[in-house]
């Protein structure tokens, strides 16, 4: 059990952590897909997109935009279908309208009340002000993978914040929906973590396996914020 006594900061992954981004690719993508006469499931569009993203991250730093616009192409390369170019900017655009998960405003504000809350996403600036907006809690430090030029799990991502927040890596717990992008490489610097399992006992076909494991693991944020209350 964490002893949240010893933190001052909790930093959280935005989307699939805070922000339901499962139901907002999926949103944008499936209509997309059975518009070019694609018939395949949901699980079979997720496990595509954990290929392809991670892929098109890697490299030379490009905007989060341009990440997803290439994913969106990579979805007609491998379907064998055309695709506009408004079509494949339409993936980052529909960001705007990803909500957060039933629990998470409620769990940020009851947070926000004993610790500072920082923001670590792989996303651009004016994607997450969008998000920011959804989620109502006024966060102490966001960093995201435009500022700093390079996406999680970049060990980058993770130091970069631990120098604007000024403290001692003990003074920070991570909290975050993805093993291999958040829970991984911040116990790799020895960041304590909470994994917001959110799935509950469903294979992830959204992100990719790891033997990261963290210290603590919740259901949802709601739950977490219950527990640090105590």
Known sequence: MLDFAQFEWLSFDCYGTLIDWESG???YLRPLLQQKG?????AEVLSLYSEFEPR???????SYREVLASVVRDFARELRFEVTKA??????DSVRDWDPFADTVAALHRLHSRYKLA????????LFAYSARKLQVPFDCVATAQQVRSYKPSLNNFEVLLQRLG????????????????????RSLGIATVWVNRRQGKASAATKLTDARPDMEVAD???LAELAAC
């Open 25 to 27: 690719l999926l949103g």
């Open 38 to 42: 694609c018939a395949i499931g949901d």
């Open 56 to 62: 098109e991250q890697a490299g030379e730093y490009r």
């Open 87 to 92: 079509e494949a900017a339409g993936l980052a």
């Open 119 to 126: 923001i670590l996403s792989n996303v651009d600036g004016d």
């Open 167 to 186: 403290i001692p890596r003990t003074r920070l717990l991570h909290v975050a929906e993805s093993l291999y992008h958040d829970v991984g490489p911040a």
């Open 221 to 223: 944020v709601g739950k």
